[in-house]
């Protein structure tokens, strides 16, 4: 039935539909909208959002039906006609009633037809004062129906009686439905009062003139006498009536004027504010580079700035399939909840919900009274609105040029202010800043992602030299985040350690395996060559090209040996000549490598490794630092934390008569007994053990088993050194083969 492409083209704005809803509404009560403009595959949604445009498929089929319905032929004449009522027209009446005079509003026609449709060319020529000929003629391709013509024939009557000049004279000597090549419309009305007195008045005054100038020369002294006097009389006596009819005019129009002016001015206010506005979002976003303080910078100032109740930001993820609610306000825990729950799907052609709409085709849409529409939506898209107890809305897409990004949507539910196309606008305007913030913001987070990819391929790629340092890199710089973040340095800072961390050891790429493998320990030149990695580190990242504070990734990642006493290495730096993130990653760096398996030894129980570490705090690493990394160790681990393994253990480190610093270990190889307390049942479990090394402060010693778990109560029995009382604690434990040592604090113990 539409074999053209043009038929499916958007060509008709939605307030050509929605004046024909008015005047049903008005007049037609009876008629079921909801069917109607299924009939012409219309949502009432669409209809309410003045920024959408329908087909002439959509029209046709829309006037169709209407005609039906109603039973009245010229029921598109009687729409255009109707567009002069104040209830159709409202502010717009005013403001063309400002421009004072049907001429000016026929000027202006091939100007403003273009808002309304798209499908013909309209122009205007004036023919006399009170006498206009408009041409409209259909562009090529177009197909417009007779009922058009109508409704453009009663548009042009309701254009003249807005101005209460009567129902004008149209006359259509050319009609394209009548093998015209164009519409052509002939319209004249009748003057206004003041025009026609103002026209007699001086019709008058030339008679008066010419009689007594052609009386004269028959009857001077009647002419200058009597004719003259009265003729001047009538003159000034019709120009005194015509100007008060002009003045009432004019006050009539100063009225509207004023009333229109006034409009004009809180307009133009509220676009000065609204542009203020802009500019502040503008400037507040271009300084964010992550999206979600863009977004909640946006939504503080909505919140802040403006009138509406509730707004909501949904971005698109990163597969456009669906929105996902990432900011908002005004709403409740429940209807939160359900924000957050609800899947508003893209990816599903069947999907036509307003968000999605919005999104899709990169276009406002503005519902002013949602119950208008209820009837038009899914079951779903009706529950949805219920709980959120919507009543009216505006929803415009965030773009960047051709990529949809997601949806900001306001609506008021206690505010009685109705949202209109001004809200429209403002929100486009923002959404734009928007868009290009969002967007410059993803493509920032794509680069440092890819950035940061390659850097852990690098410090995967040395850690993978040998299996037991795999992860090394990745677990230094878990450790360093974790406390800088418990410093609390800048995210800027963070991610600074982050890249030195992961990079701290590629130095070692420049070390034989020989000597990073060696199971046994190091020969003094062998150290050299170790001791040698932070500089090759530096060297190898100094030749890339870092940026901003990433500049000093060289410096940190190479100054990780360096110690707080100046006793570290390459350059021997102290206190604050070495970089903060250099002192973090050597708290990190020690901690993983002593707690992990190596060629040389056991892994390193944590207690017995962060005692070790505070006893360094001060001397090789920071003490805020290693206060720091004991915090958040603790934080991650919370079950690792035991009053009887940390707690107690630290105590006595501290104390002068029960530190194991300061008394001389001394080795020996005696048999000894130990009885460990089952700590579930309480039964006492005998295992033989060699004593290796004791002091007054505890014992190492090695037996056949399984470790122990640090904080194990045991009783020791050391043959022939009764001096020492039999109650001990498990400090850390470690396997090597088939056997296990353990290094023991004594609870009690008695000088000889």
């Given at each position: 039935?539409?074999?053209?492409?043009?038929?499916?083209?958007?060509?008709?704005?939605?307030?050509?539909?929605?004046?024909?809803?008015?005047?049903?509404?008005?007049?037609?009560?009876?008629?079921?909208?909801?069917?109607?403009?299924?009939?012409?595959?219309?949502?009432?949604?669409?209809?309410?959002?003045?920024?959408?445009?329908?087909?002439?498929?959509?029209?046709?089929?829309?006037?169709?039906?209407?005609?039906?319905?109603?039973?009245?032929?010229?029921?598109?004449?009687?729409?255009?006609?109707?567009?002069?009522?104040?209830?159709?027209?409202?502010?717009?009446?005013?403001?063309?009633?400002?421009?004072?005079?049907?001429?000016?509003?026929?000027?202006?026609?091939?100007?403003?037809?273009?808002?309304?449709?798209?499908?013909?060319?309209?122009?205007?020529?004036?023919?006399?004062?009170?006498?206009?000929?408009?041409?409209?003629?259909?562009?090529?391709?177009?197909?417009?129906?007779?009922?058009?013509?109508?409704?453009?024939?009663?548009?042009?009557?309701?254009?003249?009686?807005?101005?209460?000049?009567?129902?004008?004279?149209?006359?259509?000597?050319?009609?394209?439905?009548?093998?015209?090549?164009?519409?052509?419309?002939?319209?004249?009305?009748?003057?206004?009062?003041?025009?026609?007195?103002?026209?007699?008045?001086?019709?008058?005054?030339?008679?008066?003139?010419?009689?007594?100038?052609?009386?004269?020369?028959?009857?001077?002294?009647?002419?200058?006498?009597?004719?003259?006097?009265?003729?001047?009389?009538?003159?000034?006596?019709?120009?005194?009536?015509?100007?008060?009819?002009?003045?009432?005019?004019?006050?009539?129009?100063?009225?509207?004027?004023?009333?229109?002016?006034?409009?004009?001015?809180?307009?133009?206010?509220?676009?000065?504010?609204?542009?203020?506005?802009?500019?502040?979002?503008?400037?507040?976003?271009?300084?964010?580079?992550?999206?979600?303080?863009?977004?909640?910078?946006?939504?503080?100032?909505?919140?802040?700035?403006?009138?509406?109740?509730?707004?909501?930001?949904?971005?698109?993820?990163?597969?456009?399939?669906?929105?996902?609610?990432?900011?908002?306000?005004?709403?409740?825990?429940?209807?939160?909840?359900?924000?957050?729950?609800?899947?508003?799907?893209?990816?599903?052609?069947?999907?036509?919900?307003?968000?999605?709409?919005?999104?899709?085709?990169?276009?406002?849409?503005?519902?002013?009274?949602?119950?208008?529409?209820?009837?038009?939506?899914?079951?779903?898209?009706?529950?949805?609105?219920?709980?959120?107890?919507?009543?009216?809305?505006?929803?415009?897409?965030?773009?960047?040029?051709?990529?949809?990004?997601?949806?900001?949507?306001?609506?008021?539910?206690?505010?009685?202010?109705?949202?209109?196309?001004?809200?429209?606008?403002?929100?486009?305007?923002?959404?734009?800043?928007?868009?290009?913030?969002?967007?410059?913001?993803?493509?920032?987070?794509?680069?440092?992602?890819?950035?940061?990819?390659?850097?852990?391929?690098?410090?995967?790629?040395?850690?993978?030299?040998?299996?037991?340092?795999?992860?090394?890199?990745?677990?230094?710089?878990?450790?360093?985040?974790?406390?800088?973040?418990?410093?609390?340095?800048?995210?800027?800072?963070?991610?600074?350690?982050?890249?030195?961390?992961?990079?701290?050891?590629?130095?070692?790429?420049?070390?034989?395996?020989?000597?990073?493998?060696?199971?046994?320990?190091?020969?003094?030149?062998?150290?050299?060559?170790?001791?040698?990695?932070?500089?090759?580190?530096?060297?190898?990242?100094?030749?890339?090209?870092?940026?901003?504070?990433?500049?000093?990734?060289?410096?940190?990642?190479?100054?990780?040996?360096?110690?707080?006493?100046?006793?570290?290495?390459?350059?021997?730096?102290?206190?604050?000549?070495?970089?903060?993130?250099?002192?973090?990653?050597?708290?990190?760096?020690?901690?993983?490598?002593?707690?992990?398996?190596?060629?040389?030894?056991?892994?390193?129980?944590?207690?017995?490794?962060?005692?070790?570490?505070?006893?360094?705090?001060?001397?090789s690493f920071d003490s805020e630092i290693v206060k720091a990394l004991e915090s958040y160790y603790y934080k991650i681990h919370p079950d690792h934390r035991s009053a009887d393994i940390?707690?107690?253990?630290?105590?006595?480190?501290?104390?002068?008569?029960?530190?194991?610093?300061?008394?001389?270990?001394?080795?020996?190889?005696?048999?000894?007994?130990?009885?460990?307390?089952?700590?579930?049942?309480?039964?006492?479990?005998?295992?033989?053990?060699?004593?290796?090394?004791?002091?007054?402060?505890?014992?190492?010693?090695?037996?056949?088993?399984?470790?122990?778990?640090?904080?194990?109560?045991?009783?020791?029995?050391?043959?022939?050194?009764?001096?020492?009382?039999?109650?001990?604690?498990?400090?850390?434990?470690?396997?090597?083969?088939?056997?296990?040592?353990?290094?023991?604090?004594?609870?009690?113990?008695?000088?000889?």
């Amino acid at each position: 039935m539409y074999p053209f492409e043009a038929d499916k083209k958007p060509l008709y704005n939605s307030r050509i539909i929605d004046n024909y809803i008015k005047l049903i509404n008005k007049k037609y009560e009876y008629i079921d909208i909801s069917d109607l403009l299924s009939y012409a595959g219309i949502e009432l949604w669409q209809v309410e959002d003045q920024g959408h445009w329908f087909t002439q498929v959509q029209l046709d089929r829309f006037n169709e039906r209407l005609t039906i319905l109603t039973g009245n032929k010229d029921i598109s004449r009687e729409a255009g006609r109707y567009a002069a009522s104040p209830d159709a027209m409202g502010f717009m009446r005013h403001y063309l009633l400002g421009l004072m005079g049907p001429a000016k509003i026929f000027n202006l026609l091939k100007y403003t037809a273009s808002n309304l449709t798209r499908s013909a060319k309209f122009e205007a020529k004036k023919i006399s004062r009170n006498k206009f000929e408009i041409t409209v003629k259909p562009y090529d391709g177009m197909r417009e129906k007779p009922f058009q013509c109508e409704n453009r024939t009663g548009t042009f009557e309701a254009l003249i009686l807005m101005f209460n000049h009567g129902l004008p004279l149209i006359e259509h000597p050319e009609c394209i439905f009548k093998n015209g090549h164009v519409c052509r419309y002939i319209i004249s009305w009748k003057e206004s009062r003041s025009s026609l007195w103002e026209r007699v008045r001086n019709l008058l005054a030339a008679a008066s003139f010419l009689s007594c100038f052609g009386l004269y020369f028959i009857y001077p002294e009647f002419a200058l006498n009597i004719l003259l006097p009265l003729s001047l009389s009538t003159v000034l006596a019709m120009s005194w009536f015509v100007e008060r009819v002009i003045k009432k005019d004019l006050n009539s129009a100063i009225d509207v004027h004023h009333k229109t002016s006034g409009s004009l001015m809180n307009q133009i206010n509220l676009n000065y504010n609204n542009t203020l506005l802009i500019n502040e979002v503008g400037q507040a976003i271009t300084r964010k580079s992550d999206i979600d303080k863009i977004l909640a910078k946006v939504i503080k100032i909505l919140q802040n700035r403006l009138d509406y109740d509730r707004a909501l930001i949904l971005l698109a993820n990163d597969d456009q399939s669906r929105l996902i609610f990432r900011k908002g306000y005004g709403y409740t825990d429940e209807q939160l909840k359900l924000l957050k729950d609800t899947a508003f799907e893209l990816d599903r052609p069947e999907s036509t919900g307003p968000f999605v709409v919005s999104f899709r085709e990169k276009k406002p849409i503005l519902v002013s009274n949602i119950s208008k529409i209820m009837e038009s939506l899914s079951p779903r898209s009706y529950k949805f609105a219920r709980k959120m107890n919507t009543k009216s809305f505006i929803s415009c897409p965030i773009f960047f040029e051709e990529h949809a990004l997601g949806v900001i949507t306001v609506d008021n539910v206690k505010n009685e202010r109705l949202l209109n196309e001004s809200d429209v606008n403002l929100l486009m305007g923002i959404t734009n800043a928007i868009g290009m913030s969002i967007y410059n913001a993803i493509l920032l987070e794509s680069e440092i992602n890819q950035f940061k990819s390659v850097i852990q391929v690098l410090a995967a790629s040395i850690d993978a030299r040998d299996p037991l340092t795999a992860g090394h890199s990745a677990k230094v710089t878990e450790y360093s985040l974790g406390i800088a973040h418990e410093l609390g340095l800048s995210m800027e800072n963070c991610e600074m350690i982050e890249i030195a961390a992961l990079l701290h050891d590629y130095g070692k790429i420049g070390i034989a395996d020989s000597i990073l493998k060696k199971p046994g320990k190091l020969s003094y030149e062998e150290y050299q060559q170790m001791k040698s990695h932070p500089d090759k580190t530096k060297a190898i990242l100094d030749r890339m090209n870092f940026q901003g504070i990433y500049k000093n990734v060289p410096e940190v990642a190479g100054s990780h040996h360096e110690k707080v006493n100046g006793t570290g290495y390459p350059r021997g730096l102290k206190g604050d000549q070495i970089p903060l993130g250099a002192k973090i990653i050597a708290a990190a760096d020690f901690f993983d490598a002593i707690t992990s398996k190596r060629h040389y030894r056991n892994p390193m129980p944590v207690p017995h490794a962060l005692s070790l570490i505070n006893k360094e705090a001060g001397k090789s690493f920071d003490s805020e630092i290693v206060k720091a990394l004991e915090s958040y160790y603790y934080k991650i681990h919370p079950d690792h934390r035991s009053a009887d393994i940390a707690d107690e253990f630290n105590d006595d480190l501290k104390s002068d008569d029960h530190c194991l610093r300061g008394h001389k270990r001394t080795k020996t190889n005696k048999k000894c007994t130990i009885e460990v307390v089952d700590a579930h049942h309480g039964r006492p479990k005998s295992v033989d053990a060699n004593l290796v090394d004791y002091s007054v402060g505890g014992v190492g010693l090695v037996y056949s088993g399984k470790e122990m778990l640090p904080g194990t109560r045991v009783h020791v029995d050391i043959n022939d050194m009764s001096i020492f009382k039999k109650m001990a604690m498990v400090v850390w434990s470690a396997s090597f083969g088939p056997s296990t040592k353990l290094g023991l604090k004594w609870s009690y113990y008695l000088h000889a």
